[in-house]
């Protein structure tokens, strides 16, 4: 009977988070505690990641979100990918004085789309994608499975990734036109060294989405959602303590978070040596997890 209504509980009140401003409330009260931890400056250094004409800016806000700035210099086009706070995101483009051609979502949930309705009062022209299956809040164009969009040499695909939410999706950005590697803006399905958590599907469901991340080419630089990298290897390592790429990972993202340093990007061919989600599959991991018996 605990467990039932534990259950039930948690499916009211995450209904309530998910699908109402009740869960904007809440959000804003996280705002305001990561403002009052890490004041002004956010939870990590913003850093300019530059690809000739590409420039990606992780915008950090809450406690451990990351929105991007993804910008074409060449033909002075930009996005905006998961403005969960407008202000820190307005900041950034104020600082490098850039208008913003579109924001882009990845999921419904607040800490990735509550900035989405102050943007849109900013910027009143400036088109709001999401997914057509998830109730993302304040979007004006609808995306689904396979869809492309452009603006200027920024050319993005949309996968299809439910689990987290019933209608995840992320987009990727085809670099070749940059001379360089496409980049996946992963929301919360993938994490360096992680997944998002499954609130809407079962796990069969988002490893079929992992699955089909981990099919991309391993050069993909991964942009993710969140801030998770230390948090999630010390799991990955206590699931494989022999990996010496974990281990070696772990240290590196332990230097950088000493530092408020970003940990983003890696590539998918680093997170199918070290992310124990996307090698479930292998003898190590299912001997860890008693899966496979030794001998």
Same mark, same amino acid.
């Given at each position: ?133 998830? +109730? /993302? ?5 609808? *995306?689904?499975? =396979? @869809?492309?969009?452009?603006? #200027? ?22 670099? +070749? /036109? ?5 980049? *996946?803006?992963? =929301? @919360?399905?993938?994490?360096? #060294? ?102």
């Amino acid at each position: 009977m605990g467990t039932k209504a534990g259950g039930c509980l948690f499916r009211i009140g995450y209904t309530l988070y998910a699908r109402t401003r009740i869960g904007y409330y809440y959000h804003q009260k996280d705002i305001t505690k990561a403002k009052e931890k890490y004041g002004d400056d956010g939870h990590t250094q913003i850093t300019h990641f530059d690809y000739g004409n590409l420039r990606i800016v992780p915008i950090p806000m809450v406690s451990d979100n990351y929105a991007y700035l993804v910008q074409d210099r060449k033909n002075n086009k930009s996005v905006i990918v998961d403005p969960g706070h407008a202000t820190p995101v307005q900041k950034v483009l104020t600082q490098m004085d850039v208008q913003p051609d579109a924001i882009l979502v990845t999921h419904k949930h607040w800490d990735h789309s509550g900035g989405n309705r102050e943007m849109k009062q900013a910027f009143p022209q400036v088109p709001v994608y999401g997914s057509a299956t998830d +109730s /993302v809040p304040d979007i004006t164009r609808r *995306l689904s499975d =396979g @869809d492309k969009i452009e603006f #200027g040499d920024l050319r993005f695909q949309i996968l299809s990734t439910p689990g987290h939410t019933v209608g995840h999706i992320v987009y990727i950005l085809d670099g +070749s /036109v940059f001379g360089t590697e496409d980049s *996946l803006f992963s =929301g @919360d399905c993938l994490f360096l #060294g992680g997944c998002g958590r499954m609130f809407e599907a079962p796990s069969s469901v988002m490893l079929s989405s992992l699955d089909k991340l981990a099919g991309l080419d391993g050069s993909t630089k991964l942009w993710p959602g969140h801030e998770y990298a230390v948090d999630n290897l010390e799991f990955a390592h206590h699931i494989d303590p022999e990996n010496g790429r974990v281990q070696d990972k772990l240290e590196w993202t332990k230097d950088k978070r000493e530092n408020k340093q970003c940990t983003c990007p890696s590539t998918i061919e680093e997170e199918r040596a070290y992310n124990p989600f996307m090698r479930t599959s292998e003898e190590s991991i299912l001997r860890s997890l008693g899966i496979v018996q030794d001998g």
